[in-house]
Nanobody, 121 residues
Framework: QVQLVESGGGLVQPGGSLRLSCKVSDLIVSLFARKGMGWYRQSPGSQREFVAI???????NYADSVKGRLTISRDNDKKSIYLQMRSLKPEDTAVYYC????????????WGQGTQVTVSS
């Protein structure tokens, strides 16, 4: 069964950096390489929201609130995507999830456990 495992979260001060990872298991590399993927986040009392996506071709798109601070990337051989986070703000505090995208660019209903990012002094 395909699984998504997020890691790399933690507690960081405002202005700090983190690098999140999402590893996909039980999916062959060639299939992973064809899939668009994305990062989403959810803070308490809020709905899950879009953060960044990367297509199979490596084209990226970001939420306005994170442009210039967060960078999504992928390593197909490792069946992983990453989210490099810089200049973090308290409003970035959330549980971060990765997801596959369907052909319409909508996240598929398969989620990992997420990784908590807390930005606080």
């Amino acid at each position: 069964q395909v699984q998504l495992v997020e890691s790399g979260g933690g507690l960081v001060q405002p202005g700090g950096s983190l690098r999140l990872s999402c590893k996909v298991s039980d999916l062959i590399v060639s299939l992973f390489a064809r899939k668009g993927m994305g990062w989403y986040r959810q803070s308490p009392g809020s709905q899950r929201e879009f953060v960044a996506i990367i297509s199979a071709d490596g084209v990226t798109n970001y939420a306005d609130s994170v442009k210039g601070r967060l960078t999504i990337s992928r390593d197909n051989d490792k069946k992983s995507i990453y989210l490099q986070m810089r200049s973090l703000k308290p409003e970035d505090t959330a549980v971060y999830y990765c997801a596959f995208l369907n052909k319409m660019g909508i996240p598929e209903d398969l989620w990992g456990q997420g990784t908590q990012v807390t930005v606080s002094s």
